[in-house]
């Protein structure tokens, strides 16, 4: 079993956990990135590319960059104004954090999710064995993984705690199952052969049968799982992770059983998930749907187990109260993009990045593509945004350079996606780190480390892919 100290490090009864090193606290990572994208809007110029409405979006007109003169210089007092108007602006993923950790609050204090996951994991032989826990490890990767794929990455948001109950289930940290589970879901979104916020928007721009060329994505997506996996069964279950509120099981895993009230509240919980699949996929539903179908969730499984109104009310507060300073860090991350849309130096940026791969060889110049995809991804964390302004501009440059179409929009999609898993403007990823009760500063160390290994197979899997004429 697992001991704590009296300052929450988790420990082994051997003492064989590795330290984590120590970041910075989030809030002052993003505001300090808020300090310098501030900075920039006194040294690059304003500029904007002109832009044209197609089927209902706005793209760019490649070779339509200008510069705009006399624009503004941002007052100081700007700075702090911005904090309030990002969250403002995200306040949809702030809500949606409030209202899951409220679900997640009502649905731990049943029960039932502990003893499913304890059932099923004694019949899995969780515990008896490294083997069987890094077996349990390995098919949770790869099922986030699959979720991640299909349903997208904010739509999984419910299942991140599910994770750390597994974890907990086979003597592993909050941390490992947190990083099985938005790790496994965001290298399923990000290199997804079927992404329809990523690929199809850019398939679309460069005028590409829609989803075509799924092989190479679906080859990147298995390498980068399957070393995931790896990475979380060798390092990061045997990581110190400094926990307030550990999520340990009560008893022993052969003393779980499922009562009749657990599978009413089970039942429950996954006709709102199928629900809400059924919503994002037919109805096109996004994030005020899913907040309300887990707002509605909450509800029938605290009134099924018997809670009066006031004692669900009270639950849900206190477990929205527990994500409190996770929810305000995905709105300080929103501010980024205040300032830059005040400084107008956003397409001045695209612009001068794009300009980098123009004289390069085709093979280098796909690896490079996807590394500015990625830097432009700090600013514009939202693929299908990050599609409309950018491809636009690098499917002409493909033409130009003799690059396929094809291996461009992979170059763009693997910059965009992985960045992801890391950038502090990803909203998506902080939310599920939120409801992982896993800080952004816990997280940095732990994700960094794999991320190489995942973008040098992608960008060996890209050269590759152009000399045999992808």
């Known amino acids: 079993m697992k001991q704590h100290d009296d300052a929450g490090t988790l420990s082994t009864p051997h003492g064989k956990r590795k330290r984590m090193r120590e970041f910075p606290d989030p809030m002052v990572l993003i505001f300090l990135v808020l300090i310098v994208v501030y900075l920039l809007s006194f040294i690059v110029p304003a500029g904007e590319f002109a832009r044209e409405l197609v089927e209902g979006r706005n793209r760019v007109i490649p070779g339509s960059f200008e510069y705009i003169p006399d624009v503004a210089l941002i007052h100081p007092f700007r700075l702090f104004v911005a904090i309030p108007e990002g969250m403002i ?92 589970a938005v790790g496994g879901i965001g290298v399923g979104f990000a290199l997804s052969p079927i992404n329809p916020y990523t690929v199809g928007v850019a398939q679309s721009i460069g005028e590409l049968p829609l989803f075509s060329g799924w092989e190479l994505r679906t080859l990147m997506m298995l390498l980068c799982l399957s070393t995931l996996a790896a990475y979380i069964c060798l390092r990061v279950v045997n990581l110190e992770f400094r926990d307030d509120q550990p999520a340990e099981m009560s008893r022993e895993l052969k003393d779980y059983t499922l009562a009749r009230n657990d599978l009413v509240v089970l039942g429950l919980f996954l006709t709102g998930l199928t629900v809400m699949l059924f919503g994002i996929f037919t109805r096109g539903w996004y994030i005020k749907e899913i907040s309300g179908i887990f707002l509605l969730m909450a509800m029938l499984i605290g009134f099924a187990s018997g809670l009066s109104p006031n004692r669900l009310v009270k639950q849900m507060m206190e477990g929205a109260s527990s ?37 390069m060889p085709i093979a280098p110049a796909a690896v490079i593509t996807s590394v500015i995809q990625g830097l432009i991804n700090l600013f514009i964390p939202s693929g299908s945004a ?14 130009l350079i003799g690059m396929s179409r094809q291996l461009m929009v992979s170059a763009f999609q693997v910059g965009d996606g992985l960045s992801n898993m890391f950038i502090p403007t990803a909203g998506s990823v902080l939310a599920m780190l939120a409801l992982g009760r896993v800080s952004y500063a816990q997280w940095l160390p732990v994700i960094l480390p794999v991320m190489l290994p995942l973008f040098g197979m992608c960008w060996i899997a890209l050269v590759v892919a152009h000399y045999i004429g992808y």
């Open 89 to 180: 602006n995200a306040a949809q993923f702030l809500f949606i954090v409030f209202i899951a950790g409220g679900l997640f609050h009502v649905l731990k204090g049943t029960g039932a999710l502990e003893n499913a996951i304890g059932v099923a994991a004694y019949r899995m032989g969780a515990g008896r064995s490294v083997k069987s826990r890094n077996v349990i490890l390995t098919a949770g990767t790869f099922i986030y993984g699959f979720f991640g794929m299909t349903v997208g990455s904010e739509n999984n948001m419910a299942l991140v705690p599910l994770g750390v109950l597994i974890a907990s289930a086979i003597g592993c940290s909050r941390l490992v199952g947190v990083t099985m």
């Open 323 to 359: 994500v409190t300073s996770s929810a305000l860090i995905i709105g300080l991350a929103a501010s980024i993009q205040v300032i830059l849309k005040d400084a107008r130096i956003l397409d001045t940026i695209i612009h001068s990045l794009s300009q980098v791969a123009v004289d």
């Open 386 to 399: 990050q599609a409309l302004v950018t491809m636009p501009i690098l499917i002409p440059l493909a033409d």
